[in-house]
């Protein structure tokens, strides 16, 4: 049996549905220099996993008292 291997790489829909938004938010994020990491591999935007893994992380919270709260709620917004 064939062994499936999961894609390390997905493009601005599929990264769009994994963080629960919208692509065309996600595209507003890439302009604005607030999103995740992405590369342009030929004339395509794609995510790593690990990248859009990394970017949430940064605004992990435990509650709204907590120190990054505020920070973590700027994550994707305009700087």
Do not use: N
């Amino acid at each position: 049996m064939p062994v499936e291997i999961a894609a390390r790489y997905v493009r601005t829909h599929e990264a769009a549905k994994l963080l629960s938004l919208s692509a065309r938010t996600l595209e507003k994020y890439r302009c604005h220099g607030t999103g995740p990491v992405f590369r342009k591999l030929g004339g395509r935007v794609v995510y790593a996993i690990d990248d859009l893994e990394a970017w949430t992380a940064q605004s992990a919270c435990r509650s709204t008292s907590d120190p990054g709260y505020d920070a973590a709620s700027q994550i994707g917004r305009r700087r």
